[in-house]
C-alpha cells in the first residue's frame, strides 16, 4: 500500500512558476511509475506528466516545454516543476502511482494509475 501527499500548490500570475511535491510511503518507490494528472471545474481529468522508474518521461503535449517531471528515489518524492503558467493551468493537480509495467499510451491513462493522492489546487490568475 502506498500513500502519496501533494504539496506545493498555491496562487500564482500568470507567467509565473510552482513547484508541486508528491511525498510517497513505502518502500519501494523506486519501482513505481508516477504521474501527475490534472482537472478542473466541470472537466474530466487530464494527463500532465508520468515518470518510469527508468527515468523515462512522458509529458501532454500542452505541458511540453513548461512543465518538467522529476524524482528522488531517496526522498520517495516526485515534483512537477511548472513554469510560464497560464490561467487553463488552473485545475487541482494529483499525484498518481502504479508498479508494474504500462505501455506508453498507458503512462496517460488515469485508470492505468492504482493509488492517487488527495490533490493540490494551482490557481494562476491572468
Known amino acids: 500500500q502506498v500513500q502519496l501527499v501533494e504539496s506545493g500548490g498555491g496562487l500564482v500570475q500568470a507567467g509565473g512558476s510552482l513547484r508541486l511535491s508528491c511525498a510517497a510511503s513505502?518502500?519501494?518507490?523506486?519501482?513505481?511509475?508516477m504521474g501527475w494528472f490534472r482537472q478542473a471545474p466541470g472537466k474530466e481529468r487530464e494527463f500532465v506528466a508520468a515518470?518510469?522508474?527508468?527515468?523515462?518521461?512522458y509529458y501532454a503535449d500542452s505541458m511540453k516545454g513548461r512543465f518538467t517531471i522529476s524524482r528522488e528515489n531517496a526522498k520517495n518524492t516526485v515534483y512537477l516543476q511548472m513554469n510560464s503558467l497560464k490561467p487553463e493551468d488552473t485545475a487541482v493537480y494529483y499525484c498518481?502511482?502504479?508498479?508494474?509495467?504500462?505501455?506508453?499510451?498507458?503512462?496517460?491513462?488515469?485508470?492505468?494509475?492504482?493509488?492517487w493522492g488527495q490533490g493540490t489546487q494551482v490557481t494562476v490568475s491572468s
Open positions: 513505502g518502500r519501494t518507490f523506486s519501482s513505481y511509475t
Open positions: 498518481a502511482g502504479r508498479l508494474g509495467f504500462t505501455t506508453d499510451h498507458g503512462m496517460g491513462v488515469p485508470y492505468e494509475y492504482k493509488y
Open positions: 515518470i518510469r522508474w527508468s527515468g523515462t518521461t
